[in-house]
């Protein structure tokens, strides 16, 4: 999964473009875009082997940029879905739809 991101562009390096044999060191930003999501996070520290999620946590730094602003779009993606009008909540009977079409002959 990681290395499709990388090379379908969705990963940058220190704002340059990355391949996945690059290497990360200690101190780099990196620029993680996710759907309509960008994280940007700084490598704290460099692991010597593949371990769980919580220690992978604490090797990385996201910033309070990113976090502000992935909240605000999510506060925005929420708003826009309940402004929406939602789906009818059952489909149309025999006699609805005889309605519907004399309505639409009508017209």
């Given at each position: 999964m990681a290395s499709k991101a990388v090379s379908g562009g969705r990963v940058h390096l220190n704002?340059?473009?990355v391949k996945s044999a690059k290497s990360v060191t200690i101190g780099d930003e990196v620029r993680i875009h996710r759907n309509e999501e960008e994280f940007v996070v700084?490598?704290?520290q460099l692991a010597e082997k593949r371990g769980p999620a919580k220690?992978?946590?604490t090797l990385y730094d996201e910033s309070p940029e990113?976090?502000?602003a992935r909240d605000e779009q999510r506060q925005t993606r929420r708003l826009f879905a309940?402004?929406?009008p939602s789906a009818p909540v059952k489909r149309p009977g025999k006699r609805d739809r005889r309605k519907i079409r004399s309505?639409?002959?009508k017209e």
């Open positions: 704002g340059a473009r700084t490598v704290l220690v992978a946590q990113s976090v502000q309940q402004s929406r309505f639409i002959r």
